[in-house]
């Protein structure tokens, strides 16, 4: 079943179609903006016309230093009166990037996301509740337009205070819940807190996640803890935010929303396209918004094609899991590191909890790299001959797995301080 079936399985001759007419109506309405007014390939562009969708590629990207530099009309492309909502990230260092939205660019997100919920087994019978920020923070309006135009009955819980959270599952019949892969962790240490089991005492039979990388390891403890199964879901705010991409229930991949967006995946050092099945850089191009078109973004998000043809019957092209970003990679003693590498090593241990950082430290003038660990409750009992064994296999596995020997400290459950929105996992105090 689909939500939308004469787009979903469009066959790939008329999707690509369907990009280049859209592709040159949306150059038509970029150059508009004061940003792209003055880009002169855009000029070329829509003076010649796009015959082909591989001509994108005689197009200049735009990055995240792009848009802050014109913060904050640059890229407005069309009339302010017109714009009925913004999202921004936090800016806490400099100028926030910000995205707008007039009323045909909400109504074609909040259909993107009931695309994507309705392909991970969502159905108007649902109970869905989102435990994501709402504000300037896109998972939460995000998520809240999609599940109503899907029909479902919405609880809009927002971040935080667990249990609140558990009360509103009991209390409604939660069927469906949304979070960062990072607080789910936390939650389910809660309800063993409150002696109840989100197995038994609760009726949830999906999860969402998102909004953070995470890897396949880290899905699969969330889908044991709470005997669900947990759907990844990708978006950026500079792509409207969540609905980019989406898991069906074949979980083999997500599907990338092609008829809204045009997808390349490069290499961020040559930014050449890498060969299907290699991974590089995302590459996005808007298709069906208005207010702020946004042409060949670099996301820094890692990622491949995956090859082949989904069970499910949806034409549009699979990405694999965010495996990182670019700019999330750390060099330590000549070793190239993403944190996800350690993730994955964490999350195969069942002593381990959910919780982990990575502090890179100068120490006797030599770089460090400490990795705290937090460690289950029931194994963690001043058992100090198993602590230092499960040390050095931590040590050990990690140590494989990036060729850079860590320095392991294993801290109780709940040591870790925990961070507002999406977890923090590097925090690097080297002497520069």
Not at 116 to 134: C, E, H, I, K, P
Not at 145 to 161: D, F, K, R, T, W
Not at 207 to 223: D, F, K, M, S, Y
Request: hydrophobic share 35%; proline share 4%; charged share 30%.
């Amino acid at each position: 079943m689909y939500w939308e079936k004469e787009l979903e399985v469009l066959d790939h001759k008329n999707l690509e179609k369907l990009q280049a007419e859209r592709l040159m109506k949306t150059l038509r309405q970029a150059v508009n903006s004061p940003y792209y007014g003055r880009i002169p390939e855009i000029s070329h562009a829509i003076k010649t016309g796009i015959n082909s969708i591989e001509q994108i590629s005689e197009l200049p990207f735009t990055t995240k230093e792009d848009l802050r530099k014109d913060f904050p009309w640059g890229f407005l492309s069309t009339d302010k009166r017109e714009v009925v909502r913004l999202h921004s990230s936090s800016g806490t260092t400099g100028n926030p990037t910000v995205v707008y939205h007039n009323r045909h660019d909400l109504s074609s997100w909040a259909n993107l996301m009931a695309r994507s919920l309705f392909a991970a087994g969502v159905r108007d019978t649902d109970v869905f509740q989102n435990m994501a920020g709402y504000g300037l923070f896109t998972g939460g309006l995000g998520f809240q337009y999609g599940v109503e135009m899907l029909g479902c009955l919405s609880i809009p819980a927002g971040a935080g205070n667990s249990l609140r959270q558990i009360k509103l599952m009991r209390d409604y019949g939660t069927t469906v819940a949304h979070a960062i892969p990072s607080y789910l962790g936390r939650l389910y240490d809660v309800f063993k807190e409150e002696g109840l089991d989100p197995r038994k005492d609760t009726k949830l039979h999906t999860l969402v996640i998102g909004a953070e990388p995470h890897t396949e390891e880290h899905r699969q403890r969330i889908e044991e803890m709470f005997g669900v199964k947990a759907y990844n879901s990708f978006g950026l705010s500079e792509m409207n935010g969540p609905g980019v991409a989406f898991e069906c229930t074949e979980q083999n991949g997500l599907h990338i929303w092609e008829d809204a967006y045009v997808v390349e995946i490069i290499d961020p050092i040559t930014l050449q396209p890498v060969a299907d099945g290699e991974i590089g850089e995302l590459v996005m191009t808007t298709l069906d918004r208005v207010a702020m078109p946004v042409i060949r973004y670099r996301t820094r998000d890692l990622t491949r094609f995956l090859p082949g043809e989904c069970k499910c019957g949806r034409t549009h092209r699979r990405i694999d899991r965010i495996a990182g970003r670019s700019d999330d990679m750390f060099i330590m003693k000549g070793c190239n590191v993403f944190p996800m590498q350690i993730e994955g090593v964490l999350m195969k241990l069942s002593e381990v909890g959910d919780d982990y950082r990575i502090l890179l430290e100068t120490i006797n003038d030599q770089d460090e790299m400490i990795v705290e660990v937090e460690v289950k409750k029931d194994w963690f009992k001043g058992d100090l001959s198993f602590l230092d064994k499960l040390q050095k296999h931590i040590t050990h596995l990690i140590r494989d797995e990036v060729l850079v020997r860590p320095l392991i400290k294993l801290v109780e459950p709940g040591s870790i301080p925990k961070t507002e929105g999406k977890a923090v996992r590097v925090f690097d105090h080297r002497k520069k």
